[in-house]
T-cell receptor, first 111, second 113 residues
Framework: GQQVMQIPQYQHVQEGEDFTTYCNSS?????IQWYKQRPGGHPVFLIQ?????EVKKQKRLTFQFGEAKKNSSLHITATQTTDVGTYFC???????????FGKGTKLTVNP | DVKVTQSSRYLVKRTGEKVFLECVQD?????MFWYRQDPGLGLRLIYF???????EKGDIPEGYSVSREKKERFSLILESASTNQTSMYLC????????????FGPGTRLLVL
């Protein structure tokens, strides 16, 4: 089926370093959503991007949607230990009615 | 706030048992979903439902069935549990609007012995 690819699968950083996860689709996405799952928890919605080239910020988190609406990124500036968890992107490739999740990027932060 | 609850946080069953996982949401959402989550494989969609008594297969429906008799409740059934169904099961719901976000339950960690 349609896939949304997410890289890297794992990322380990020192506290204070930046972190970025990338999401790509071979077909246009009608929108892109980002979720965060804390260890032992469940995915929680962070944000949705809809427009081509859209950029949104939430404190130290910056979300981008590519001009072609085929890729997206989540960037965290100066990571903190509270940022640990798995970050998922999700989108609807090729107009699919189903939301397709990336496999997630697991972030660990060394204090 | 939307609340999605799942009947059990942890469950241990034996191979061949019939297993019922229940999910209830309190926001009158039309759409409900069942996923399983395994390390390195992300979230995989098992079944979903856009309305009462309606169901659609997701990406990995084999070995599972679902039931949606009431709008707020979506049940996942493992007809004959097998060890490869040991996993974390997550239920989610969303409104009927396009581009809707999904709200997840706390998950059920199922161990099949």
């Amino acid at each position: 089926g349609q896939q949304v690819m997410q890289i890297p699968q794992y990322q380990h950083v020192q506290e204070g370093e930046d972190f970025t996860t990338y999401c790509n689709s071979s077909t246009t996405l009608s929108n892109i959503q980002w979720y965060k799952q804390r260890p032992g928890g469940h995915p929680v919605f962070l944000i949705q991007l809809v427009k081509s080239g859209e950029v949104k910020k939430q404190k130290r988190l910056t979300f981008q949607f590519g001009e072609a609406k085929k890729n997206s990124s989540l960037h965290i500036t100066a990571t903190q230990t509270t940022d640990v968890g798995t970050y998922f992107c999700a989108g609807r490739p090729g107009g699919s009615e189903k939301l397709v999740f990336g496999k997630g990027t697991k972030l660990t932060v060394n204090p | 706030d939307v609340k999605v609850t799942q009947s059990s946080r942890y469950l241990v069953k034996r191979t061949g048992e019939k297993v019922f996982l229940e999910c209830v949401q309190d926001m009158d959402h039309e759409n409900m979903f069942w996923y399983r989550q395994d390390p390195g494989l992300g979230l995989r969609l098992i079944y979903f439902s856009y309305d009462v008594k309606m169901k659609e297969k997701g990406d990995i429906p084999e070995g599972y069935s679902v039931s949606r008799e009431k709008k707020e409740r979506f049940s996942l059934i493992l007809e004959s549990a097998s060890t490869n169904q040991t996993s974390m099961y997550l239920c989610a719901s969303s409104s009927g609007a396009i581009r809707e976000t999904q709200y997840f339950g706390p998950g059920t960690r199922l161990l099949v012995l």
